[in-house]
């Protein structure tokens, strides 16, 4: 590996696999060798940034999209010695929330846990991207199959897994202050799951942290606009 190449692991999202990155992968291969971790059944936030820790190389560059953000702030704040750099892609510090927003967010979980067994991963899919890319990429029938395929090609057992892993995350806004590396916040400006607001707020947690909001992209930034997403990544990675 040539001496300014990075070594960039990347962390999927939920039920996402190496297919979120793929574009990435390519554009940044003459300036980063990548390692996509792979969560199997693991079932905490815990175990998965323990499982990064075992198969990462010594020092290496981070970004992780979606629940693999909440894994990058685990990673940090279990060994920031070998963190060179972060990325925080459509994300959240946040625990889930006490109270009645708590019990919706699990009720919510719940209900497409039960539609995907009663109905198949596909049908489950399909409803729950409505809210996962903006209605005008909606028809986009090759990015929409795109995302389909990645998630219903999972059983509903593994939905269960990482929907309790989600539910359990660690409340990582104490990291927040304590990260030390280039960092890179980005969502997309559509993402009404992991909104601009939320990562504006992140950013600003972070010292010196680079905030970028990606026009026209809800929050699978990576494959909804894959070329913006790898230019940002570029830059983060080579500044």
């Known amino acids: 590996m040539d001496a300014a190449t990075k070594r960039l692991v990347l962390l999927p999202g939920f039920l996402c696999d190496r297919k979120v990155w793929e574009h990435q992968i390519s554009a940044l291969s003459d300036v980063a060798e ?23 190389p010594g020092t290496f560059a981070l970004a992780g999209h979606s629940m693999g953000g909440r894994v990058a ?18 994300t959240g510090a946040d625990a889930k929330p006490e109270g009645e927003a708590g019990v919706n967010e699990e009720r919510g979980r719940r209900r497409l846990l039960a539609k995907a067994r009663e109905e198949g991963m596909r049908a489950m899919t399909l409803e729950w991207l409505a809210g996962m890319i903006p209605p005008y990429r909606m028809a ?59 990562h504006c707020d992140m950013a600003a947690a972070i010292r010196g942290a680079t905030l970028k909001l990606i026009p026209k992209s809800g929050h699978m930034s990576t494959m909804e606009r894959p070329a913006e997403v790898s230019e940002a990544l570029r830059q983060w990675l080579t500044q």
């Open 140 to 198: 986009d029938a090759a990015l929409v199959e795109e995302v389909v395929a990645m998630f219903s090609s999972k059983p509903p057992d593994l939905f269960e897994i990482q929907m309790n892993a989600l539910l359990g995350r660690p409340d990582a806004r104490p990291v927040l202050g304590q990260i030390a590396c280039p960092a890179l916040v980005l969502t997309g400006e559509d993402d009404i799951w992991s909104t601009p607001a939320r």
């Open 34 to 56: 990548c390692l996509v971790a792979e969560w199997g059944t693991l079932g905490s936030i815990q175990a998965m940034a323990e499982h990064v820790l075992r198969v990462a």
């Open 73 to 90: 702030f685990q990673v940090y704040r279990m060994a920031p010695e070998r963190v060179e750099r972060i990325a925080l892609l459509n």
